[in-house]
């Protein structure tokens, strides 16, 4: 018997992924989400039109990647998330379980501590989703 997920299965898991992000989505401060493995590939997204999905797969692994590794050689132990603040916005990834993060692109202008919060639960639920 494989261990594999069912199609029927991942194509369940993925209309969950999509919901939570499509919550997400209503919260005006959040531009786009995505949920991405730690390898840099896309699971799920609901970015903007304008914006590359799998360039920002791949970025994310990296920031998210190189922001461990950083912390490790410091001696500053785990962190929660990486926040990237720019002149038009913010990026903030979070972790989502041990295989995938949450990332966010949110409005220059948006209140990082709601954003913060409503990230933290829907990371929880995608972690539940994604084991």
């Avoid at 919260?27 to 304008?50: C, K, N, Y």
């Avoid at 926040?83 to 949110?106: D, N, P, W």
């Avoid at 209140?111 to 990230?119: F, T």
Wanted: net charge negative; hydrophobic share 45%.
């Amino acid at each position: 018997m494989s261990s594999a997920a069912s199609p029927g299965t991942a194509d369940l898991r993925k209309q969950e992924l999509e919901a939570i992000l499509a919550h997400l989505g209503e919260f005006g401060e959040i531009q786009g989400a995505a949920v991405v493995r730690r390898d840099g590939l896309m699971i799920v997204s609901s970015l903007p039109a304008t914006t590359d999905s799998r360039t920002i797969a791949a970025m994310s692994a990296a920031i998210i990647g190189t922001t461990e590794m950083s912390t490790e050689e410091i001696k500053l132990g785990r962190f929660p998330q990486v926040i990237i603040e720019a002149e038009k916005g913010k990026f903030i990834a979070v972790g989502a379980g041990t295989q995938a993060s949450l990332v966010c692109l949110v409005r220059a202008t948006g209140n990082l501590g709601m954003v913060l919060l409503e990230m933290g639960r829907a990371a929880e639920q995608i972690s539940g989703k994604l084991g």
